[in-house]
């Protein structure tokens, strides 16, 4: 655990937690929120690669190793955001993994479960110890007490055959996502979701390399005809966390080419 330098970074810059930052979408995100001038602390179970990362971004930035599944280490990570900058100001909870394609028939328990602790567990301990913070920082002028969003998926909104865990998981995440958005609205700490469909990052490479996606049938299925870039999910992130969505509180916003709109 180590931290960049804060050279040239404004101490009043607003601070953002990313889960899964060393890769794909949690990595265009850091790149996007750092364009924008926020800090952002880089988590990811790989230390060395959050560490490379944010020496990536330049100073200011810090890379911290953490499992979001394992409740120690991400106080530990919360903390040592903490110590660092003294402040949270929004968090993206976005680490995912890849081995989630089986049919049902085949899936075992164990397998079932880590796609749930992945993905659900861990957005749960990030946003309950993340929240715990920014609900007793001060509110800005307008009432506001910073963000959280959750990366749900196309799968929690239609049905994705031999996805059973991760479409489970991912609606999960959008019953989550609205129910600590009701119950942090008076507080103004605001919570959506961010559903993408298809994107073009490794999660998804390892999926078609096992035969589990085909790439031309996604494309020809996709509205836009194409996968989307993690830059152009990253976009969608940053603009929920930042104070333009200051009345948007609950919301699960597809970033899918037009997938969900098909039916
Ligand atoms: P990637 O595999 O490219 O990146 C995910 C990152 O999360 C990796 O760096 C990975 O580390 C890290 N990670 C995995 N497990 C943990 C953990 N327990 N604690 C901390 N970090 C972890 O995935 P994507 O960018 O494609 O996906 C990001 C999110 O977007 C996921 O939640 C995914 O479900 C969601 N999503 C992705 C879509 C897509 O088409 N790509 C579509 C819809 C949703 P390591 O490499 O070491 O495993």
Redesign the pocket.
Known sequence: MSAAQDEGMSANAPVAIV????????WATAQCLAQQDWRVAL????AE?ALARAAELGPGHLGLG????DSNAVHAAVSAVLAQWGRIDGLVN?????DQSVPTLQQTVDGFDRVLA??LR?QFLMSQAVAGVLLAQAADARGQRGAIVN?????ALGGIPARNA?SAA?AGVVGMTRAMAMEWARQGLRVNAV?????A????AELAGKGAIDGAAIARRTPLGR?AE?AEIAQAIVFLLSPAASYITGSVLPVDGGWSALG
């Open positions: 889960t899964g930052a060393a890769d794909g979408i949690g988590l990811d179970l790989r690669a953490c499992d979001v599944t976005n680490a995912g993994i890849g992945v993905h861990g990366i749900a998926s196309i799968a991760y991912k559903a993408p469909g298809y994107v990052t490794a999660l998804v996968m993690p």
